[in-house]
């Protein structure tokens, strides 16, 4: 695993356990208290400048996706907190130790700077432990979750995010309030985790469209808007499947939606 990917694992899995945890214990205002005045202003100044700067793609909105690892830490430690979330990540001491490394490391791939195969190797082990530990805390509500594989999140070329905060398995459905031309082409990164290891294949498809496949944790689905693909609500299914027997839905194992606008040519 690349660096990059493993240390963007770790802040990404960490985010999904802060919300669903802190939610859940809480309460909705747990990030006013968890992060205070101060914090939540800086928050909202990097989200202000990231819309900025990627006008006018669509970014997200919610400051925690704005927070880095370091944030994210400090929060999960905190002693008022630390109580809520160590039965998803275990003892502390090993999370403190983990996590020190990571600190460590994340800085050099990120200007560049190689890193010796023990350290990567170590960066992908710690981000497939962040992984596994938040994945079964966040099935453990379904125990079909153990089986069968997830969704984490989609991205269209538009900057339209729908990320599974809450362990979420059913379809959704994505209104992305985009209209498109024919002949336009939408690429959609696709990330997705299967609790026992196996390879996930993604499929893409419209009501008319032939479905396009690819295969991976992490995988790039296109969809080029074609003239069959003419009406006000135009759904793209892009569903997951495991290399397993049996699946979720039958044919399947999760599918998210996309809607658009497609136009008729002038």
Same mark, same amino acid.
């Given at each position: 695993?690349?660096?990059?990917?493993?240390? *963007?694992?770790?802040?990404?899995?960490?985010?999904l356990l802060v919300h669903a945890?802190?939610?859940?214990?809480?309460?909705?205002?747990? *990030?006013?208290?968890?992060?205070?005045?101060?914090?939540?202003?800086?928050?909202?100044?990097?989200?202000?400048?990231?819309?900025?700067?990627?006008?006018?793609?669509?970014?997200?909105?919610?400051?925690?996706?704005?927070?880095?690892?370091?944030?994210?830490?400090?929060?999960?430690?905190?002693?008022?907190?630390?109580?809520?979330?160590?039965?998803?990540?275990?003892?502390?001491?090993?999370?403190?130790?983990?996590?020190?490394?990571?600190?460590?490391?994340?800085?050099?791939?990120?200007?560049?700077?190689?890193?010796?195969?023990?350290?990567?190797?170590?960066?992908?082990?710690?981000?497939?432990?962040?992984?596994?530990?938040?994945?079964?805390?966040?099935?453990?509500?379904?125990?079909?979750?153990?089986?069968?594989?997830?969704?984490?999140?989609i991205t269209d070329s538009f900057?339209?995010?729908?990320?599974?905060?809450?362990?979420?398995?059913?379809?959704?459905?994505?209104?992305?309030?985009?209209?498109?031309?024919?002949g336009q082409e939408v690429v959609?990164?696709?990330?997705?985790?299967?609790?026992?290891?196996?390879?996930?294949?993604?499929?893409?498809?419209?009501?008319?469209?032939?479905?396009?496949?690819?295969?991976?944790?992490?995988?790039?689905?296109?969809?080029?808007? *074609?003239?069959?693909?003419?009406?006000?609500?135009?759904?793209?299914?892009?569903?997951?499947?495991?290399?397993?027997?049996?699946?979720?839905?039958?044919?399947?194992?999760?599918?998210?939606?996309?809607?658009?606008?497609?136009?008729?040519?002038?």
């Open positions: 695993m690349d660096p990059i990917e493993a240390i *963007a694992i770790i802040e990404n899995d960490l985010r945890t802190l939610s859940r214990e809480v309460g909705p205002g747990w *990030a006013d208290e968890a992060f205070g005045e101060a914090m939540l202003t800086q928050l909202q100044a990097r989200a202000d400048e990231e819309a900025r700067r990627r006008r006018p793609a669509a970014v997200s909105t919610d400051p925690l996706q704005y927070t880095h690892l370091g944030e994210l830490r400090r929060v999960i430690e905190k002693a008022a907190y630390w109580p809520h979330f160590l039965g998803a990540l275990g003892e502390k001491k090993t999370f403190t130790v983990y996590m020190d490394a990571v600190m460590d490391y994340r800085n050099a791939p990120a200007h560049s700077r190689t890193l010796l195969q023990y350290e990567k190797d170590l960066l992908t082990g710690i981000a497939g432990w962040v992984r596994t530990r938040v994945t079964i805390s966040r099935s453990s509500r379904d125990a079909n979750q153990e089986y069968y594989p997830l969704i984490e999140k900057g339209t995010e729908w990320t599974n905060e809450n362990g979420k398995t059913d379809h959704s459905i994505v209104s992305t309030g985009i209209a498109l031309h024919v959609f990164s696709c990330s997705g985790w299967d609790p026992q290891g196996r390879e996930l294949k993604w499929s893409i498809a419209t009501f008319i469209s032939p479905s396009m496949e690819a295969v991976g944790a992490e995988a790039d689905l296109q969809w080029v808007v *074609a003239g069959t693909d003419v009406r006000d609500h135009q759904y793209v299914d892009i569903s997951v499947t495991s290399s397993g027997e049996y699946h979720r839905y039958g044919s399947h194992d999760q599918r998210v939606s996309f809607e658009y606008r497609v136009l008729p040519p002038l």
